[in-house]
């Protein structure tokens, strides 16, 4: 019997209900007692099963690389009560967890109302009085949160201008160090655009808008992170598949739906192996990670890089379980950067479209894919970008848009356990191709080489309208992509020479350069180094194109691992967006990062 058909036996979508609701009964805050729990429930419930498991511990306080330390947090209870012009509750805890803003410290708050818009821009705060005052404002919630504070405000409300349903209140967070606990002075709620609209109109009409509100919540000492890893095999060469189990308590599919998939999929391969002779990869494993989302990634593998592992590739499970026709959501295979391609890049591809459901055509003998699914190139957004910027090839199955994402609204009505199985049953049977090196036997490999092929040959014809982005992707395959191995593993000496042939060396002069961390950078980073007038000054750069967010603060830092000097820099930025990048931008960002010691100078 094949792996993916023994897996397929072995899942059960009974169980994997059931994970769901558990796990998502825990209110899974980065810095709390309930993730510590949650964590806990994984590698207990994984046991329970027969499975291999670890239980990495770190805590919360250390930083590492730009991810700063963050501050253990607690909480119980809170309301939202409206005393002015009428009376009547605005909100509170039990109808959803995401009524508090993560690290909000707790309080009691009774005041007048004032909508101030924009928190994250400083022209919102020209002749302005705060004190005293409810702030109702949106934007970044930290950025929001410290500049109300240092203004006197009493609390703050923030809400979000567009995005999900208009009911639902949205997840926010602080994310705050332990040293920044004394500006951590009154408390943050959230509230929905209805709410928000509500008050907006009252304060538009001339009515006073007086709000009271309490949130039982405070700080704790040293959190607990952990982190659970499960085995399929041994040996020290290993395919990680990897899924954040963080986020607020009663929401699924960010990221319940990968966790609980993967806490199935662990067990379905150890019954695999039981019921149906599915031998463990020799020499080698598979490694089910439970992690909170990027704080867990970085210290679990640099932990296991210290070890000695040798970790082939990475896939990263988030938001996997959309139920689509509800949510909005394409299901999305999000690719690596183009020089870290990996085998598992074109499995996952035939996989999925192998697990998916289908439907014959009128007529021809291909299937169609009832599913929507589509590839996409590597962007910023989850722990795959940790494996990157460690130079390891990693991608990411994720679901978008959805139209519930981060909002109370996140619901176990829009999950499907049917998706999730099927996504996890093709994950794991690339994850065992890999491990068994199955890759490298027919017809297997030929269908990698071709889709390498046709792959690099799109990849230029994207660009090919732009001579100056063309000769850079160029240069970059030729240089990063068709690298020996890969080229004698899968036999391409033959298309090398002809794809490179019209390669010419690239000699780049002057000041070299690299990144000074570990990981990509966070806005929290940049705010804090840089102060509220330059950050937004930055970010305003960082905000004319959608995408400058995966350049510069998710490709750069991953690209000036190994130096370089400017111009080489701007070419490989060229080469792995497939897009024209403005170089006064490019320019100005580079200088602020060299300014701040986020880059700095080897030569």
């Not at 729990?37 to 930083?63: D, M, P, Q």
């Not at 509500?198 to 992170?225: D, M, N, W």
């Not at 330059?534 to 750069?556: A, C, M, N, P, S």
Request: charged fraction near 25%; proline fraction near 4%.
């Amino acid at each position: 019997m094949n792996v993916s058909t023994a897996l397929r036996k072995s899942f059960s979508i009974r169980r994997l209900v059931r994970f769901v609701a558990d796990l998502s009964s825990y209110h899974r805050i980065q810095g709390s007692e309930d993730i510590e729990e949650a964590a806990k429930y994984i590698a207990e419930t994984l046991s329970s099963y027969g499975v291999n498991v670890r239980l990495h511990e770190f805590n919360y306080g250390e930083e590492r690389g730009f991810i700063p330390p963050l501050i253990g947090w607690w909480v119980k209870d809170a309301e939202l009560i409206l005393k002015k012009p009428r009376r009547k509750i605005l909100h509170n805890f039990n109808e959803a967890t995401t009524l508090v803003v993560a690290h909000s410290p707790g309080g009691v708050f009774e005041g007048e109302v004032v909508h101030i818009g924009p928190g994250d821009d400083p022209k919102t705060y020209e002749g302005v009085d705060l004190e005293g005052k409810v702030v109702l404002a949106y934007g970044r919630p930290l950025v929001t949160y410290f500049e109300v504070v240092k203004r006197g405000a009493k609390a703050l409300l923030l809400y979000r201008k567009s995005g999900g349903p208009d009911d639902a209140i949205p997840y926010f967070s602080l994310f705050p160090t332990p040293q920044e606990v004394n500006q951590l002075k009154i408390p943050a709620l959230s509230v929905s655009r209805r709410v928000a609209n509500e008050l907006i109109r009252y304060l538009e009409e001339g009515e006073e808008v007086v709000v009271y509100g309490y949130v039982k919540a405070g700080f704790r000492g040293v959190a607990k992170l952990r982190v659970v890893e499960a085995s399929f095999g041994s040996g020290l060469r290993e395919v990680h598949l990897i899924a954040h189990y963080c986020h607020p308590g009663g929401t699924v599919n960010d990221n319940v739906s990968g966790a609980a998939g993967l806490m199935e999929l662990a067990i379905a391969f150890n019954e695999a192996g039981t019921r149906y002779g599915i031998k463990e990869p020799k020499d080698s494993s598979i490694k089910f990670i439970w992690v909170p989302e990027y704080y867990g990634t970085l210290p679990y593998l640099r932990t296991k890089l210290n070890e000695g592992a040798a970790i082939e590739v990475a896939i990263n499970l988030d938001m996997i379980g959309e139920k689509q026709e509800v949510t909005g959501s394409v299901l999305m295979l999000i690719k690596p950067l183009l020089k870290h391609f990996t085998y598992a890049e074109p499995l996952l591809i035939k996989e999925l479209t192998k697990e998916l459901p289908s439907a014959e055509t009128f007529s021809s003998t291909k299937k169609v894919i009832l599913a929507r699914f589509d590839t996409v190139p590597y962007e910023l957004g989850s722990d795959h970008d940790i494996y990157l910027n460690l130079g390891i090839p990693a991608l990411m199955i994720n679901q978008w848009p959805d139209k519930y994402y981060h909002t109370s609204a996140d619901t176990i009505d829009k999950f499907d356990p049917e998706i999730t199985r099927d996504i996890c049953i093709a994950v794991g049977t690339v994850a065992y191709q890999i491990t068994t090196k199955e890759y490298l036997k027919e017809p297997l490999r030929r269908y990698i080489r071709n889709y390498l092929i046709k792959s690099l040959s799109e990849s230029l014809m994207d660009v090919a309208h732009d001579d100056e982005v063309y000769s850079s992707r160029f240069n970059y395959i030729c240089r990063y992509v068709l690298k020996d191995e890969l080229v004698r593993e899968l036999d391409l000496q033959d298309f090398k020479n002809v794809m490179c042939k019209d390669a010419k060396p690239v000699t780049y002069e002057g000041t070299r350069y690299k990144v000074a961390k570990d990981g990509t950078l966070p806005s929290s980073l940049l705010y804090r180094q840089l102060g509220f007038e330059e950050y937004h000054k930055l970010k305003k750069l960082l905000d004319k194109e959608r995408w400058y967010t995966t350049v510069f603060q998710g490709i750069l830092p991953t690209l000036l691992k190994e130096s370089k000097t400017a111009d080489e820099l701007y070419d490989d930025l060229m080469a792995e967006a497939g897009v024209k990048i403005d170089r006064e931008v490019f320019n100005k960002v580079l200088s602020k990062f060299i300014d701040l010691g986020i880059v700095v100078k080897v030569s």
